[in-house]
DNA sequence: GTGGCCCTGTGA
DNA sequence: TCACAGGGCCAC
């Protein structure tokens, strides 16, 4: 569920209470949770959090371990760092890496709180303790090294962000798709962060079908849309997301950004521009709701 | 391209 | 009781 907004405003809400802090201990409660970098678990003791960012739909933790530990870090990096620095990665010797799928969130409470039933991840700091939870166990945390992004396949297939590319760059790369435009939108290496609900938002207010074949849309049409979708993530963002069910920041607050959805589960309901019945249907293994007056 | 899978909780 | 929610991945 958690989306660009949702993830970004998780990243604004984790980061004063855990940056600057430090990790003490980390308890893996369901081994699957940590899906990479076991390895490097004991590297995280003493690990300073430098900062707390977002790139696609993964939170990214900075991390600076102790100078013993760097030490230690460094019989394991690739020969003399030979590899290009990503770009969307700030200068830090080491990162957690939090893919939340639908259900993941994070919550800081009180130095010694139990586990709760769907906490996977507990990381103790000097003042609390970090919980990654999860109730349907799809997300996971990855300790990464720079050099380990490079082999990240599924990080490196990612395309460019919606809101630092220009409306021209995202309509070319969603027109050059031969899938159907929502499918295009979904795919995280035309453009990263969007998912079910954005996808089908900014299409309904580019008034653009969502089975169309996103080749054969006029480049007007196209650019309509990156500035929709554009538009769209930075008003969700100002509200702090959508939460349907389970989306919380990582103050436990909800987003507002559900109470502005034109079509998204709103199957059957009559469209809020004209009236018509919102219809669905099923695209790229998604339920998809939109207008068929509106959107042409 | 589509469908199944991973999962649990919710709502009809 | 069971369909449904869905990001990413995999087999087909």
Not at 275 to 280: P, T, Y
Request: charged fraction near 20%.
């Amino acid at each position: 569920m958690p989306e660009l907004p949702e993830v970004e405003t998780i990243a604004r809400t984790l980061s004063p209470q855990v940056q600057g802090q430090h990790i003490h201990t980390v308890e893996v409660l369901l081994p699957k949770a940590l899906a990479f970098g076991k390895e490097y678990l004991p590297v995280l003791r003493g690990a300073r959090v430098q900062c707390v960012f977002r790139r696609a739909k993964v939170l990214l933790v900075g991390l600076v371990p102790t100078q013993e530990n760097l030490a230690l870090l460094a019989h394991t990096a690739s020969p003399a760092d030979s590899f290009p620095r990503d770009p969307h990665l700030p200068d830090c010797p080491l990162f957690l890496a939090f893919h939340l799928k639908m259900t993941g969130r994070f919550f800081v409470h009180p130095a010694q709180s139990p586990p709760l039933k769907h906490t996977r991840i507990i990381f103790t700091l000097d003042d609390g303790s970090l919980f990654f939870d999860d109730i349907r166990t799809f997300g996971y945390c990855r300790i990464m090294q720079p050099h380990d992004f490079t082999t990240w396949e599924f990080w490196q297939r990612l395309g460019p962000e919606p809101l630092t590319a220009t409306p021209a760059q995202l309509a070319e790369r969603l027109g050059a798709k031969k899938t159907s435009i929502k499918a295009a939108l979904l795919d995280q290496s035309t453009v990263v962060g969007v998912g079910n609900i954005y996808a089908d938002e900014s299409l309904f207010r580019a008034r653009i079908r969502p089975d169309s074949r996103a080749s054969t849309l006029p480049h007007k049409k196209l650019l309509e849309l990156a500035k929709a979708l554009q538009e769209i993530l930075m008003q969700a963002i100002r509200e702090c997301g959508s939460s349907i069910r389970d989306y919380r920041d990582a103050q436990g607050n909800a987003g507002a950004f559900q109470n502005n959805f034109f079509v998204y589960g709103q199957k059957n309901a009559p469209c809020k521009v004209c009236g018509h019945a919102l219809e669905s249907c099923t695209l790229a293994g998604r339920t998809t709701v939109f207008c068929p007056h509106c959107q042409k």
